[in-house]
C-alpha cells in the first residue's frame, strides 16, 4: 500500500535591511527547528527550498504537512540572519505550489 | 472575522516616528487595535496626538499603564490614582505581597511575571486562584522569548508551560502580547500564535488569546469608564429635575 506524504508550501517573505540568498534562509530555518524541537523534530519536517524570489526579500519553502506548526514556530522565532537583523512573515500556506503562486502572484513579482 | 489585539507595544512615546512605524506595522500585519504603555503623568494632548497617530494608520488604540509597584501601599495607592485614567491597568507582579494583592483586586486588568533566571515570585496556584475570582487576566509578552536562547530559552519555555496549564485548569483568560519595543519584534497574530505551541498552547487556544480575550477587557473597561455607567448591567439613560 503506498502512502503519499502531504506537504505544506510556504510563501515566506524576510523584513532585513540587506538581500540574501534562498540557502541562508533554508540554513537559519533548519538551525531554528533543530534549536527547538532536536534533530528528532526536524528529522520529521522534511523541509526544503523550492524557489528564490526575484526579489531577494521572497522566497517558497516546503514541509510535510504534520510538521507545519513546529515549521512555523521555528520561522516565527527567527530574529538574525547571519549578523543582521530580520523579521520572517509567512505570507501565505498552501497545499501545492499552483494555488499559492495563485495567492501571492503579487508578492512574487516583486 | 477575528479583530487581533496586541495590548502591549512598547515604543519610546516620546518617539514620534517610532511609534508611527509600530503602529503601521502592526496595522500591516493584521492588528485592528494596540495597546501603548503609556508614562501615568501623561498629558491628555499627547494622548490625542498619539490616537491620530493610530487613527491614520486605522488602528484602534487602547491607553494602558504598566505599573511596578514595590509594596501593597504602593499598588493600592496607584490604582485608586490611575483606574479611571487609563484603558488598560497592567501590573507587574515584581514580589509575592503585590503579586496576591494584585490577583485579588478588581481594578487590575493584566498580571505580568518577571522572566529572569531564578524569579522569586511566579505565577502559582493560589494566584491563579485570586485571579481566577477576581477576573484578572495572565499576559505572556512574546518578545523575551524571541531574545534569549540556550537555557534561558529552554527555563523561560518550562516556567511559561506551567502558567499556561494552570491558566487552563482554573479558568484564568490568557492574553499574549508582543511586547516589542521595536519593529522588529513585531509578526503576524497567527505566527504569534504558533510560536504559543512551543508553551503548549494549543492554536485555538492562541488565537483566542490574541483577540477575544483582549477585546473583550478593553470593551468591558470602556463601558465602565464611560459617564452613565453605575455597575454591571446598570447604566444611567437620562436624568429628570
Given amino acids: 500500500m503506498s502512502h503519499r506524504v502531504k506537504r505544506r508550501y510556504l510563501a515566506v517573505e524576510v523584513d532585513g535591511n540587506e538581500p540574501f540568498r534562498g540557502e541562508e534562509l533554508r540554513d537559519v530555518v533548519w538551525r531554528a527547528i533543530t534549536q527547538l524541537f532536536g534533530e528528532y523534530g526536524a528529522s520529521q519536517s522534511g523541509l526544503a527550498l523550492i524557489q528564490n524570489g526575484k526579489q531577494k526579500s521572497y522566497c517558497i519553502l516546503r514541509c510535510s504537512r504534520e510538521a507545519l506548526p513546529m515549521v512555523r514556530a521555528s520561522i516565527a522565532s527567527i530574529t538574525e540572519i547571519g549578523e543582521q537583523s530580520v523579521t520572517i512573515h509567512v505570507l501565505r500556506v498552501s497545499g501545492t505550489l499552483k494555488a499559492l503562486r495563485r495567492k501571492t502572484a503579487s508578492a512574487e513579482s516583486k | ?241
Fill in chain 2, 1 to 241: 472575522m477575528r479583530k487581533f489585539v496586541d495590548l502591549h507595544l512598547k515604543p519610546s512615546w516620546r518617539d514620534l516616528e517610532q511609534v508611527k512605524s509600530m503602529v503601521n506595522k502592526s496595522a500591516e500585519l493584521g492588528f485592528r487595535m494596540v495597546g501603548l504603555a503609556l508614562p501615568e503623568r501623561i498629558a491628555v494632548d499627547e494622548v490625542n496626538q498619539l490616537r491620530n497617530v493610530c487613527d491614520d494608520a486605522c488602528v484602534e488604540l487602547a491607553t494602558r499603564v504598566d505599573l511596578v509597584p514595590r509594596s501593597r501601599h504602593e499598588l493600592l495607592h496607584g490604582l485608586r490614582k490611575l483606574r479611571r485614567k487609563f484603558e488598560i491597568v497592567s501590573v507587574f507582579c515584581a514580589s509575592k505581597v503585590v503579586a496576591r494583592q494584585a490577583a485579588k483586586d478588581r481594578r487590575v486588568d493584566l498580571l505580568s511575571f518577571p522572566g529572569g533566571k531564578y524569579p522569586r515570585v511566579f505565577f502559582d496556584r493560589a494566584e491563579a486562584e485570586l485571579a481566577s475570582s477576581a477576573g484578572a487576566s495572565l499576559e505572556i509578552d512574546l518578545q523575551p522569548l524571541l531574545l534569549v536562547n540556550g537555557f534561558a530559552r529552554i527555563r523561560l519555555l518550562s516556567r511559561l508551560r506551567r502558567e499556561v496549564a494552570l491558566t487552563r485548569r482554573l479558568k484564568v483568560p490568557l492574553v499574549l502580547s508582543s511586547g516589542a519595543t521595536e519593529t522588529r519584534f513585531l509578526h503576524k497574530p497567527q505566527d504569534f500564535a504558533f510560536l504559543g505551541i512551543l508553551f503548549n498552547l494549543e492554536f485555538p487556544f492562541a488565537l483566542e488569546a490574541l483577540s477575544e480575550t483582549p477585546l473583550g477587557i478593553v470593551v468591558r473597561n470602556r463601558q465602565k469608564l464611560s459617564p452613565g455607567y453605575v455597575a454591571p448591567g446598570v447604566r444611567v439613560v437620562g436624568r429628570q429635575d
